[in-house]
């Protein structure tokens, strides 16, 4: 049912295949990892297929190792009209170790917007805080975006050569 799923996570298990030429799993699959549970609670509360339209404030904090376990969970934080802001944190540890042995690696907030067959933008439930704490949350979210408007809006007088170095 729509509307009533905000939290979900998701664990892998960090593979050979998985890392870089430092030995450590690379950026590129944990940023797969994120889309993959992004896209699981999206259409877990909108009920709608649904697609990535922006990831912001991405921050990657400690590596994660080959035969880590690694937990990514996905938090509702925002709603639009038909968006979905969630914020997205990817723990690692051994798996011999307990779960709060877990470290935060990477943390980010990732946007969906749930789609119809023809690829327009659907009405989704909304969600409002209701505590203290959702209502920070719900801020990052917006801050976050409003942060990478700001960005793009560099890049593009950049690339219309707008802006002399």
Not at 17 to 37: E, L, P
Not at 46 to 60: D, K, N, Q, W
Not at 84 to 102: E, G, K, L, N, W
Request: hydrophobic fraction near 40%.
């Amino acid at each position: 049912m729509s509307g009533q799923q905000r939290q979900l996570a998701m664990r892998f298990l960090a593979e050979p295949s998985d890392v870089n030429f430092g030995g450590k799993v690379h950026g590129g699959q944990v940023m797969r990892w994120i889309d993959q549970c992004g896209y699981a609670a999206a259409v877990g509360w909108s009920g709608h297929y649904s697609v990535t339209v922006a990831v912001g404030g991405i921050r990657f904090v400690a590596p994660i190792r080959i035969g880590d376990l690694v937990s990514v969970k996905a938090t509702l934080i925002h709603t639009g009209t038909t968006s979905m802001h969630f914020a997205v944190d990817v723990r690692a540890r051994d798996p011999m170790q307990d779960a709060d042995q877990a470290r935060l690696c990477t943390h980010c907030v990732i946007v969906f917007v749930a789609v119809d067959d023809e690829g327009q933008p659907l009405a989704v439930p909304g969600w409002a805080p209701d505590s203290e704490e959702d209502r920070r949350l719900s801020e990052y979210a917006l801050k976050v975006m409003e942060l990478s408007k700001g960005i793009e809006s560099t890049v593009a007088r950049y690339r219309t050569g707008a802006a002399q170095p």
